[in-house]
């Protein structure tokens, strides 16, 4: 992401933006202006650097919630990001501000479309990424419109079972099989039988 981020924004968004008359220097967007802006501009060069510590924070602990929990989790939190960010705003403009600052954003009359976006974007990575742990099940209740997925859930959590559990054999062969000084020595070892091999799971069949 941040490197295609970069690789679009110096090949193509600033040659166009550069390209396009605006009223930066006869520019929409002039990056030289904006390099010698940031040269000697110590305030900017500090609002760089915490924006910076900032995402990266972000991004690191984003990928801790991936590792330690799930990318299902990764994915739902990720969408308070845009409710947090508005009630921020929120809060800078009615109770920091006072409300007559120009910082942060007023609640308008189109504020509810707002928020009921919020909550479709919400309710739908729920329902999206069910069976999941903290995704949202439809079962037949009224959240879910009487949509009643019961049967398809079950399915999913019998092949990840079933996978599981194969996983489970095959790392249990793989141990078998390093015992070289046993009198066990991979799966057609003449000394053992076929029913001690059934009993371990190695003769099986798959399924």
């Not at 398809?152 to 194969?166: G, K, N, Q, V």
């Not at 020595?185 to 000394?191: A, L």
Request: glycine residues 8%; hydrophobic residues 45%.
């Amino acid at each position: 992401e941040g490197l295609w981020g970069t690789v679009l924004c110096l090949f193509v968004v600033y040659p166009l933006v550069y390209v396009l008359p605006g009223s930066d220097h006869g520019s929409y967007e002039d990056p030289f202006n904006t390099f010698e802006m940031f040269k000697n501009s110590s305030t900017i060069q500090y609002a760089f650097m915490i924006y910076f510590v900032v995402i990266f924070l972000y991004n690191l602990f984003a990928i801790l919630v991936t590792f330690m929990l799930s990318s299902v989790w990764h994915a739902i939190l990720d969408n308070f990001r845009p409710i947090s960010v508005w009630t921020v705003d929120l809060l800078i403009f009615y109770v920091i501000m006072e409300e007559g600052g120009t910082f942060g954003e007023p609640w308008t009359k189109y504020s509810f479309v707002q928020v009921l976006g919020m909550f479709v974007l919400l309710y739908g990575t729920s329902i999206y990424n069910a069976p999941n742990a903290g995704s949202l099940f439809l079962k037949g209740e009224w959240w879910g419109f009487g949509l009643d997925f019961t049967t398809e859930y079950e399915e999913i959590s019998d092949m990840e079972e079933e996978e599981e559990l194969e996983a489970h054999w095959d790392d249990m062969k793989a141990k078998f099989t390093e015992r070289k000084n046993s009198s066990f020595i991979g799966e057609m070892s003449p000394h053992v039988s076929v029913h001690t091999q059934a009993l371990r799971g190695l003769a099986s069949p798959k399924i």
